[in-house]
Nanobody, 127 residues
Framework: QVQLVESGGGLIQPGGSLRLSCEAPGLIFGYYTIGWFRQAPGKEREGISCISTKDGVRYYAESVKDRFTVSRDNAKNTAYLEMNGLKPEDTALYYC????????????????????WGQGTQVTVSS
């Protein structure tokens, strides 16, 4: 059974940086596309980034493009989300999840395709 574990969240001042990790112990990590999602208080969960398997193609939501960078280390069964220039509106519970195979550019935000959702890691951006 796929189960991912997020970590790296915390309280950070506006303009600061954090790196989130997404670990998948026991998973043949290289077979999976990894998606990053977040849910702010009172809002629906939204897709913010995705890194596809094999070809490593990356997708970003407009709200985080040019500030966030997604990467992966298949040898460590881990994906990362480097977040720079954090804003108060980035405050949310951040999740990662997995999709087996390549992800189409028009489908990466579809949460129904993913599995292995973890408990999330909280990111709070506040002065």
């Amino acid at each position: 059974q796929v189960q991912l574990v997020e970590s790296g969240g915390g309280l950070i001042q506006p303009g600061g940086s954090l790196r989130l990790s997404c670990e998948a112990p026991g998973l043949i990590f290289g077979y999976y596309t990894i998606g990053w999602f977040r849910q702010a208080p009172g809002k629906e969960r939204e897709g913010i980034s995705c890194i596809s398997t094999k070809d490593g193609v990356r997708y970003y939501a407009e709200s985080v493009k040019d500030r966030f960078t997604v990467s992966r280390d298949n040898a460590k069964n881990t994906a990362y989300l480097e977040m720079n220039g954090l804003k108060p509106e980035d405050t949310a519970l951040y999740y990662c999840a997995a999709y087996r195979g390549l992800m189409h550019r028009n489908a990466w935000r579809d949460q129904r395709l993913y599995r292995g959702w973890g408990q999330g890691t909280q990111v709070t951006v506040s002065s």
